[in-house]
């Protein structure tokens, strides 16, 4: 798997900020630097959301080191160390060790690079900054990946892990999460553990469910390392698959055209096809548009054995030993010996054999070290992974009952509202019933005792005037009294109207 294969897709974000090729030369606070976009720079440093701030200016500082010329990186480091200063820039020292971490990798000193790093990760967990801490372990994580220090960054991916859990709420995706296992994947890929490798690449698969745009983004990469564990299990059904996924018209990546080209070769070497694996490894070795690896003359090699190439093979592989890389660590060590013993044998010097074979076991031991190491990792990986979910479900459970509890108090401060309500209506009916008995009474009062009476009082009037021998004489002198009756009635009717509209 190619050293960089996962690196240049673990955080895409961190490739938003490009660098202009064609700028020009901004007046630094300490020295002159083309290729620092100073407007940028600042908009940068004057943001005030803390988290963005972060983000924006690791990618801007990276670009910035990995676009310089080597001779050039000081000024840079001074450039930006003097904006940092100018703006005030909170959590400067970690920004100024990233950036010397960061060259310190350009320039390949990986040992100052290891030490830089570390060193910011150590002020960030001090500072208990966790988006820093994530980018940190993370970095950290590439480089020893770059040493062939696979414990150490299998780790150290495992701690950025446990941050960026603590960051969900910062993120719109799983996209960080699901490269961190796709870089935890290729560091089992490495050490041999295939399996183990294939659980992490579908745990990364499986975080980006419903997540067109991040599947779109790291599909390929995910799907090309699965070709290239399953090629190492001989399983050429697995491989054909996800080569022709690869080969899909929604397929995207820039490494694209070498994923598919690789796993081509690799169906021919699966199918004994040695001679035709033999010329297209070569053909691709020569293209501009392939990116080349030290994988291509290793399968080179065990293509030139398996044909009976013997001495093309044991060029190859002498290359190999002589070479210093990545992929010469003890599990690859240990096959290029063991096919140079073959070889030997072959050839009928049992001397060189038996020589081949011995430093062959060496290299065994040393890598059942690393197997171990790497198994001891992986279980705590694994109580990592079961410490997570306990707390997940821990905060689930939290949350469902601070809601029971909400909707329980709710629905007995509702029960308790209701009561009240019922115990108000029922007692307002109450009353109600009593002021209209009360008023009933009065009211019955009002027209036994006084419209009765004057009403009786007219009533006698027009009973005298009806008897009476002269009624004009007796009506001038009565009309007084039933003009005072009738108006004592009707000043008694509108009491009672006034009763009953109250």
């Known amino acids: 798997m190619l050293k960089s294969l996962t690196i240049a897709f673990v955080f895409p974000f961190l490739m938003l900020q490009t660098v202009r090729a064609e700028m020009r030369q901004v007046p630094a606070i300490q020295h002159e630097q083309v290729g620092i976009n100073k407007d940028t720079l600042i908009s940068i440093l004057t943001q005030t959301d803390d988290f963005q701030r972060e983000k924006r200016l690791i990618s801007f500082s990276k670009s910035c080191i990995q676009a310089s010329e080597n001779d050039k990186l000081q000024a840079v480091e001074d450039t930006l160390s003097g904006f940092f200063s100018k703006y005030n820039l909170p959590n400067k020292d970690i920004f100024l060790i990233f950036i010397k971490g960061v060259a310190f990798n350009k320039l390949h000193d990986l040992k100052q690079a290891e030490a830089y790093m570390a060193k910011a990760v150590q002020i960030a967990g001090k500072n208990n900054q966790d988006y820093l801490m994530f980018q940190m372990l993370s970095h950290l994580g590439f480089v020893q990946t770059d040493k062939g220090d696979y414990i150490g960054a299998i780790y150290n991916y495992r701690l950025a892990t446990i941050e960026v859990r603590k960051l969900r709420d910062k993120f719109t995706d799983n996209r960080r999460e699901s490269s961190l296992n796709i870089n935890i994947s290729d560091l089992f890929y490495k050490t041999g553990f295939y399996s183990q490798s294939l659980a992490y690449l579908d745990k990364a698969w499986a975080l980006l469910d419903n997540d067109t745009t991040s599947k779109r983004l790291l599909s390929s990469v995910i799907f090309y390392n699965k070709s290239e564990n399953y090629f190492r299990m001989n399983n050429l059904d697995s491989v054909k698959a996800y080569h022709n996924r690869l080969n899909e018209p929604g397929a995207?990546?820039?490494?694209?055209?070498?994923?598919?080209?690789?796993?081509?070769?690799?169906?021919?070497?699966?199918?004994?096809?040695?001679?035709?694996?033999?010329?297209?490894?070569?053909?691709?070795?020569?293209?501009?548009?392939?990116?080349?690896?030290?994988?291509?003359?290793?399968?080179?090699?065990?293509?030139?054995?398996?044909?009976?190439?013997?001495?093309?093979?044991?060029?190859?592989?002498?290359?190999?030993?002589?070479?210093?890389?990545?992929?010469?660590?003890?599990?690859?060590?240990?096959?290029?010996?063991?096919?140079?013993?073959?070889?030997?044998?072959?050839?009928?010097?049992?001397?060189?054999?038996?020589?081949?074979?011995?430093?062959?076991?060496?290299?065994?031991?040393?890598?059942?070290?690393?197997?171990?190491?790497?198994?001891?990792?992986?279980?705590?990986?694994?109580?990592?992974?079961?410490?997570?979910?306990?707390?997940?479900?821990?905060?689930?459970?939290?949350?469902?009952?601070?809601?029971?509890?909400?909707?329980?108090?709710?629905?007995?401060?509702?029960?308790?509202?209701?009561?009240?309500?019922?115990?108000?209506?029922?007692?307002?009916?109450?009353?109600?019933?009593?002021?209209?008995?009360?008023?009933?009474?009065?009211?019955?009062?009002?027209?036994?005792?006084?419209?009765?009476?004057?009403?009786?009082?007219?009533?006698?009037?027009?009973?005298?005037?009806k008897h009476s021998d002269n009624k004009v004489e007796e009506y001038r002198q009565i009309e007084e009294y039933l003009q005072q009756s009738a108006s004592l009635l009707d000043e008694s009717i509108k009491n009672i109207s006034e009763k009953l509209n109250e």
């Open 252 to 465: 995207t990546n820039y490494k694209l055209y070498t994923y598919r080209k690789r796993t081509e070769y690799y169906i021919s070497l699966l199918q004994h096809n040695y001679a035709t694996a033999i010329q297209q490894i070569k053909a691709l070795q020569k293209s501009k548009d392939y990116a080349p690896s030290e994988l291509e003359d290793q399968h080179l090699a065990d293509a030139f054995y398996q044909n009976k190439q013997l001495d093309s093979a044991r060029a190859v592989i002498n290359k190999l030993l002589l070479a210093e890389g990545e992929s010469n660590h003890p599990e690859i060590k240990y096959h290029l010996y063991e096919t140079l013993a073959r070889i030997a044998e072959k050839e009928g010097d049992y001397k060189a054999s038996a020589y081949n074979f011995m430093l062959a076991l060496k290299q065994s031991q040393a890598n059942n070290i690393r197997l171990s190491q790497v198994g001891n990792i992986s279980s705590q990986i694994k109580l990592d992974e079961t410490e997570s979910s306990f707390l997940e479900k821990t905060a689930i459970y939290k949350k469902e009952r601070l809601w029971l509890l909400f909707i329980v108090s709710v629905s007995t401060l509702s029960l308790v509202a209701i009561g009240l309500f019922y115990r108000n209506v029922k007692q307002k009916r109450h009353y109600e019933k009593l002021l209209f008995e009360a008023k009933k009474e009065e009211l019955a009062f009002i027209n036994s005792h006084e419209v009765r009476k004057h009403l009786t009082n007219i009533l006698g009037i027009i009973d005298i005037l």
